[in-house]
Every structure is written in structure tokens, then in C-alpha cells.
């Protein structure tokens, strides 16, 4: 994470507050994300001896990006993180409901603390108790970015992430939940800040797209620019959509959305500003 002065979890409980990539070259990656993203980057703080980067767009933090050791076997990928006002209580939480927390809560610097995890189908996130990075935000409008997950049912996976993490509680800084069509719309102060949809997932697919996962959106001005700095900076473009072509795409837009590998194999989708 990344030391900030903004409100606490508490204030915005249950809703997406950061996306954070580990990575295994710090260099390479800032020129990745440069190229493709335009984003500029500022030096964070982890625990002692880790480099750590975050991502700006137009001055506004967007995404932390750290560095891992090469001979890690971990698999690269974004991850998308939740608000909770103790972590150590969700954490409780998410195993009760049958998840798996792999690592922590662990302390991280400045007042943060963090928990990494799966829900029952095998999708990673992150829990995160602590300070809020100021003016940050996802979602539609003008966000840089949308999360969305891909899941075997969308209603039952609203069920344990509502349980998580106090979705639709009558208490500050909550988030309501609604139903539409196949999905669930997540919203904050009225405002859709996540999805989480039905598909064909694969939990022992080969192809990632498959699996059951927190896929993440950022936008660009220029998807077909941004394609071509992907490939140009030694990422892949990669075939048959979000769904890995397991699903017809929908109306609406979906032409102007790419899936992308990162030159480390971590996926992510560009799509055009204003296609929320």
C-alpha cells in the first residue's frame, strides 16, 4: 500500500480502495504502464528493502506497483483491494464463509494493515484496514479504472462478499448492492463502483481468463494507441475477450475493450474513456 493522509476504511467500508500489481522487474513495468497507461510514477513505502512505485494519471494516484523477487514462484497479477474497518475480523469473516486467506493481516506502513485471499471459487482480493489514498476512486464517470469479478454465480458470490464485508449494513461509509439482469451492481453514495457477473469459469483452466477472477478496467483516451504500446513494450494482446471467448460479448461497447498481458503475464483490459 501506499502511505497516505486520507480518511480510514471505516469511512468507506466494504468498497473497492486500491489496486496494487507485484511485479518482477520495477523497471520494466514503469515503462510498461507509462507506455500503454500514460502514467506517471512516484516513490512509495513498503517494508524496509522493497521497491514500490504508484501509478498517477493526471497527477491522481491510480494503482501501486511493487517488486518481487524473480525466483518467486507467485503468480503475477492486479489485485483488487476492499475496505474494512478491522482485519482481523474479516479475516474471521471470509473463513467462516468458506474462503482462504494465504497471507496476513500483516502491518504495513504508515496505520494499514493488509490480508491477501480467495473466495470460495478461487477469485484473489485483498482486504485493507487503515488510512485511504486520497483522491482515489474507481468505478464509473470519470474513474480511471473499474473492477469488475467473473464468477460461476453472481448472486452466491454477492452472498459471501456481502458477508465479508458488511455490504448493504446500515452503518457509515457502507455500500448497497443491487440485482441486474445476470449480475450484481456494487454502489457508493449511489455511484457503481464494482460488478460482479455470471459466466462459464473454469476454477483448473490453463488460461487465466477462464478462472474465476477480480478482472480490472483501465481506461485510456486511445485504445488503438494503447494496443500498439502494448505490444511495443513487450506485451501480448490477448485473444477472445474477457471471457477468453467462453461468452458471447454483450451490446454495448464491448468492441471498444481489449485484454492485455503485461510483459510479466499479468492481465489486465483496456477500455476507451467514457464506455462505463
Not at 513495468?29 to 524496509?48: D, N, Q
Not at 493481516?105 to 491477501?116: D, E, F, I, M
Not at 482480493?125 to 476512486?137: D, I, M, P, T
Not at 448493504?168 to 453514495?189: F, H, K, N
Amino acid at each position: 500500500m501506499v502511505p497516505v493522509t486520507g480518511p480510514t476504511t471505516a469511512e468507506a467500508q466494504g468498497a473497492p480502495c486500491w489496486l496494487s500489481l507485484a511485479t518482477r522487474d520495477l523497471g520494466a513495468a514503469e515503462r510498461f504502464y507509462g507506455a500503454v497507461l500514460g502514467w506517471t510514477f512516484r516513490p512509495g513505502k513498503l517494508e524496509a528493502g522493497s521497491a514500490y512505485v504508484v501509478g498517477e494519471r493526471d497527477g491522481v494516484p491510480v494503482a501501486g506497483i511493487a517488486a518481487v523477487a524473480a525466483e518467486l514462484a507467485v503468480p503475477v497479477a492486479w489485485t483488487v483491494f476492499f475496505a474494512v474497518d478491522d482485519a482481523d475480523a474479516a479475516v474471521a469473516r471470509i473463513r467462516e464463509r468458506g474462503g482462504t486467506v494465504g497471507v496476513g493481516p500483516v502491518a504495513y506502513p504508515p496505520q494499514g494493515r493488509v490480508a491477501l485471499a480467495t473466495d470460495r471459487d478461487g477469485a484473489a482480493f485483498a482486504v485493507w484496514e487503515g488510512r485511504l489514498v486520497s483522491r482515489w476512486q474507481v468505478g464509473e464517470r470519470s474513474a480511471p479504472a473499474w473492477v469488475e469479478l467473473h464468477t460461476r454465480d453472481a448472486f452466491d458470490a454477492a452472498v459471501f462478499y456481502g458477508g465479508v464485508l458488511r455490504w448493504a449494513e446500515d452503518t457509515p461509509g457502507c455500500c448497497d448492492t443491487s440485482y441486474e439482469e445476470e449480475g450484481v451492481v456494487l454502489r457508493r453514495s449511489g455511484v457503481p463502483v464494482a460488478r460482479l457477473d455470471s459466466g462459464p469459469v473454469e476454477a483448473a483452466s490453463s488460461r487465466p481468463q477462464l478462472r474465476p477472477r477480480w478482472l480490472v478496467r483501465f481506461r485510456v483516451p486511445d485504445v488503438t494507441a494503447s494496443v500498439a504500446a502494448v505490444t511495443e513494450h513487450g506485451g501480448l494482446v490477448v485473444p477472445g475477450g474477457e471471457w477468453g471467448g467462453a461468452r458471447e460479448p454483450g451490446a454495448g461497447g464491448d468492441e471498444r475493450r481489449v485484454v492485455v498481458r503485461d510483459p510479466d503475464g499479468a492481465l489486465f483490459t483496456l477500455e476507451a474513456d467514457g464506455t462505463a
